[in-house]
């Protein structure tokens, strides 16, 4: 399926101002290139609003003690691992089919900061207690994301679909979502909706979707445009 884009703009102001101002219009980066962002049928959370329901707080009890860590990017190529990119690939290739992304464009995301427009890696692990007795972090999953201070961009997640526990996915956003909040950000964007599949993301607090011209908090209506997947509908 082609992806939603009503207009694409390419900016060279990278300035929190200016990209949140981007943001408030339904834009958001693309891995497409440096200052590359499209508008689409944008989802984000009003963090003021937000907090956690029965449903997410029984899917963090259910990924256990699993923790995320934010680390900047770009990431110095002596600290860049290739096995981050080789789980982002199996993710991709295993979830969206061939093709969908590359090894290499996952490290571009993460190590080359003049073709990515994203400034952190959320990193998830689980600690591993080894026959030493000494306790080690063993990573499950990663997120590429854009924050600042105002908001935070959730873009590329990927997790090890062998070795995570069920529901991780999930988990791994709502625990992003979460630190957002504590930090005092404001807004906390999820990407596009323009799949049926997408309307996972409909069960927060604080939900609202561009409609093209303005924010929306009507959900049956998204949802009906979801269901009907035309994807240029606005």
């Known amino acids: 399926m082609p992806y939603l884009k009503w207009d694409e703009k390419i900016i060279t102001d990278f300035s929190e ?80 089919g061939p093709g969908i992304m590359s090894a290499q464009k996952i490290k571009e995301m993460i190590t080359d900061e003049t073709k990515s427009n994203f400034n952190r890696l959320l990193t998830y692990s689980t600690a591993v207690r080894l026959q030493s007795t000494e306790v080690v972090p063993q990573h499950v999953g990663y997120a590429i994301v854009y924050s600042v201070a105002s908001f935070m961009h959730y873009s590329y997640p990927f997790y090890d679909l062998n070795a995570s526990p069920k529901d991780i996915g999930l988990g791994m956003m709502i625990m992003a979502i979460q630190h957002a909040k504590d930090v005092g950000k404001n807004f906390f964007y999820m990407g596009s909706l323009q799949r049926p599949s997408d309307t996972y993301k409909l069960q927060f607090h604080g939900i609202e979707w561009f409609d093209g011209k303005k924010w929306s908090g009507d959900i049956e209506e998204v949802k009906r445009i979801l269901a009907s997947n035309n994807i240029n509908q606005p």
């Open 17 to 96: 101002p200016n990209v949140a101002g981007m943001y408030s219009r339904g834009y958001l980066f693309t891995r497409l290139g440096k200052g590359i962002m499209d508008q689409t049928r944008s989802a984000r959370i009003d963090l003021s609003k937000f907090e956690l329901t029965s449903e997410n707080r029984r899917i963090l009890k259910k990924v256990g003690d699993i923790k995320p860590k934010k680390v900047s990017l770009p990431m110095p190529p002596e600290k860049y691992d290739w096995k981050i990119a080789k789980m982002a690939k199996d993710f991709y290739d295993t979830k969206f």
